[in-house]
């Protein structure tokens, strides 16, 4: 079982729609939450970190937390075709080592 | 976020040969870490470089194949050693902020191996 799951993409959104991605993670020790998005030929770029159950907004941004159901989510509200690229989630433990999913790929249609 | 740099950016290398990737950052840092993302997929860890210590390699990974030094808190560097194909990637060095466990990645090497 790999640590951390992404459900799998793609993912194709209009514009102007929420784009909803999901993780599960499966070490319950993990302790700190990520989300990157990386384009196509670039790095990881963090977007998103969370620490505590329930809900983290960044602007268009929403981080969501359960460490009992080990499931982290990311929302991408009124989404714009910038926000087309692949979507990390990592956890850690705390020791910094970072587990990354498989990645999300987000197309957003004009 | 802290502002990092690679070189090369992209290199095409013989098998058999070695290639040393630079990590330089514009602030100290106490942890850098160097990933490996083959085509198609997510980023794996290699190791985490101190300075002052050896490098901590992840299962599946060993010194012999992937030598690193951290001989001071703003730069490292990662040797992919005796290549073949399989070693073509994405290696990318990262940085974290203290207290966070946020990391940050630079630009990334390009590495085929022909």
């Known amino acids: 079982q790999k640590e951390v799951e992404q459900n799998s993409g793609p993912l194709s959104v209009p514009e102007g729609a929420i784009a909803s991605l999901n993780c599960t993670y499966s070490d319950r020790g993990s302790q700190s939450f990520f989300w990157y998005r990386q384009y196509s030929g670039k790095s990881p770029e963090l977007i998103m970190s969370i620490y505590s159950n329930g809900d983290k907004e960044d602007g268009r941004f929403t981080a969501q937390l359960n460490k009992a159901s080990q499931y982290v989510s990311l929302l991408i509200r009124d989404s714009q075709p910038s926000d087309s690229a692949t979507y990390l989630c990592a956890a850690a433990r705390g020791d910094y080592k970072l587990s990354f999913g498989a990645g999300t790929t987000v197309t957003v249609r004009a | 976020s802290a502002v990092i740099s690679q070189k090369p950016s992209r290199d095409i290398c013989q098998r058999g040969t070695s290639l040393t990737i630079q990590c330089q950052v514009d602030?100290?840092?106490?942890?850098m870490f160097w990933y490996r993302q083959q085509p198609g997929q997510s980023l794996t860890l290699i190791a985490t470089a101190n300075q002052g210590s050896e490098a901590t390699y992840e299962s599946g990974f060993v010194i012999d194949k992937f030598p690193i030094s951290r001989p001071n808190l703003t730069f490292s560097t990662l040797t992919v050693s005796n290549m073949s194909p399989e070693d073509s990637s994405i290696y990318l060095c990262s940085v974290e902020r203290r207290m966070a466990d946020e990391q940050f990645f630079g630009p990334g090497t390009r590495l085929t191996v022909l």
């Open positions: 602030s100290q840092v106490t942890m």
